[in-house]
C-alpha cells in the first residue's frame, strides 16, 4: 500500500477534540491540500474562514440567535468550543456557461475532504458538521458570506482527546457493481 492509501483507510472523525490546533505554518501547508481539489475551469469557487479564540465565542453567540428558548440558545452557545478551531468550508459559486453551481459545490467538498485528510496526517482529528445551522441565513449573513454563497460544512479541528469508536465500513460487493451487468 502507499503512504497516501494507508492515510486514506487510517482516516477517521474525531468528534472529542482539545488544544492544541494547528499552527498557522502548518495551516498554509493544509490549505495547500485543500486547493488541490479538483476545479473544473479553474474557478476557485471556494473560501474558508478560521475561526479560534475569542472568535468561537462569537460564533457562538451567532448560532444562539438560531435558538427559540434559553435552553436552545445556551446550548447553541456552547456548541463552538467543542474544538480550539472551526473553520468554515464556502463555496462562493462563479458565474461560468459550462460549470454549474453543483460541480462548484462538489469541488468545495473534494477540498474539505483533503484538508480532513490532511489534517489526520499532520497527527490533528477534524470532524465535519453541519445541520440546520449550516443554511440559517442569520449564520450566512453573521459569517460574512454573500447572497450567493453557501456553506459546505464546518470543520471542528484540534487534538484528538480520545478516539471515537471505530465505524463499520461497508465492502465493495455492497456499493460497486459492474455496468451493463454480468451474467
Ligand atoms: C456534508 C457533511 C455534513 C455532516 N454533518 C454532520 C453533523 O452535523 N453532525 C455529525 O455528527 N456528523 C456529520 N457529518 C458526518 C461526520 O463528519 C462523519 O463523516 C461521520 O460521523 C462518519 O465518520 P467517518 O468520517 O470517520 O467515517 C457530516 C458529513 C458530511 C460529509
Request: glycine fraction near 8%; charged fraction near 20%.
Amino acid at each position: 500500500m502507499t503512504d497516501v492509501i494507508e492515510a486514506i483507510l487510517q482516516r477517521s472523525s474525531e468528534p472529542r477534540l482539545s488544544a492544541p490546533a494547528p499552527s498557522a505554518d502548518e495551516l498554509a501547508r493544509l490549505f495547500e491540500c485543500a486547493f488541490r481539489a479538483p476545479d473544473h475551469a479553474l474557478l476557485r469557487p471556494w473560501r474558508y474562514l478560521i475561526i479560534e479564540g475569542e472568535g468561537l465565542h462569537a460564533l457562538g453567540e451567532l448560532y444562539a440567535r438560531t435558538g427559540d428558548s434559553e435552553e436552545a440558545r445556551d446550548k447553541l452557545r456552547k456548541m463552538p468550543l467543542r474544538a480550539p478551531m472551526v473553520i468554515v468550508g464556502i463555496t462562493s459559486p462563479k458565474p461560468h456557461p459550462k460549470v454549474p453551481q453543483i460541480e462548484q459545490s462538489m469541488s468545495t467538498a473534494v477540498g474539505m475532504g483533503y484538508l480532513l485528510l490532511a489534517l489526520n496526517e499532520a497527527g490533528y482529528g477534524g470532524m465535519w458538521r453541519t445541520g440546520a445551522l449550516a443554511y440559517d441565513s442569520q449564520v450566512k449573513s453573521g459569517l460574512g458570506l454573500a447572497e450567493h454563497e453557501s456553506i459546505a460544512g464546518f470543520l471542528y479541528v484540534g487534538s484528538v482527546s480520545s478516539e471515537k469508536p471505530a465505524v463499520p465500513r461497508p465492502i465493495m460487493s455492497e456499493l460497486v457493481s459492474s455496468w451493463p451487468a454480468k451474467p
